[in-house]
């Protein structure tokens, strides 16, 4: 919500300042009349500047390709405005409009680079309306102007990407913790069942054992009542049995909780998640597998995909955990491994598991982990 709002309050701003700088020649255009052929040229300057100003922030501030085009074309229009302004500067404060936006979509260099350009040739389009130095003094003015706006925008820019940093470290750290107590759970109900087992079972086995040889040696009615003795003691043997296979039967890893945890970090692309109530992991070291894969996931879908959604599932298909997931972001025409997709594959393998990726042009990323369990029917 908060960047939706900045995101719009940076879109009324440009549009203000695009307003201004067009109200005295178009007031003047009203009261001249029918429009010349280099009137009409600075209209169509001056309105493609708006239509591409609209369109870079159509979508929030995503460093996509048109997007990089469309300021481009800002600048071009707006130079070309300046350039039939007949010597008035005031359309170079269009140039301060896209000044503003570059940290958005390139990077510190290539911004500085950009201003710099524009000033030069900023300067080269007053010189035909001027003397050398009153172009040399305005295009200075305005150089400042816009590295300014490049300054306030880094420092938006930074504080924007920092916070969510600290958000999606703070969610991964809440789902870490969520898994640990999950974990800590499993390994009290294990060690609680082993704890019966051990004292209660051995106790019943021995005191089954002893009603055994009383048995025989016991006559009339004292046998009788040991051999209801004997009843309740395996009576007692069958429940502790049942009791503790249900404690082991419930050992598993609910990575529900964890991975909500996880997705809510991120506001784009959107997370979907599809994971049934009664699916568990039994073993911790593939719960904490499948929670870093789907980690990795994120992020690259966060910093990579420029995607809108993002779908996240888990099953198990006989007897192996399959986690699936897409984005319906770019894609790339070729996959070029780095090391988060490098580690996944690595851990992966050390559990019996695989990693499959598949992505194209305009196909999104999509991401398919197998991994088996120990001991499950195939």
Known sequence: MVAERNIQLLRAAGLLAWAVVGAPRLVAQVRQGWPRAADLLWFAAY???AAAFIFCTRDGQRA??????SLLVQAIAGLT????SHASTLASALLV??????????GGGVALAWVAVQTVVLVAVLLPGGSLLSAAVNGLIFGTFQLFALGAAHLAVSESRAREDLARVNAELTALQALLAESARIGERLRISRD???SLGHALTALSLQLEVASHLAQGRANEHVAEAR???KKLMADLRAAVSALREGAALDLRPALAAL???VSRPRVHLAIPEDIGVHDAARAHALFRCVQEIVTNAVRHARAENLWIGLERDRGVLVLKARDDGAGASALAAGHGLIGMRERLEELGGRLEVETGDAR???????????????
Do not use: C, I, Y
């Open 196 to 198: 019966l087992h051990d």
């Open 231 to 233: 009843e309740q003691a």
């Open 64 to 69: 996509t390709r048109q997007n990089v085009l």
């Open 364 to 378: 999104g990323f999509a991401v398919r982990v197998f991994l088996p369990v120990p001991g499950a029917a195939p």
């Open 97 to 106: 409009v896209v000044a503003g936006k570059l940290p958005f979509f390139v």
């Open 263 to 265: 997705a809510g970090s």
């Open 47 to 49: 309105v493609l500047f």
């Open 81 to 84: 405005t300046v350039a039939l």
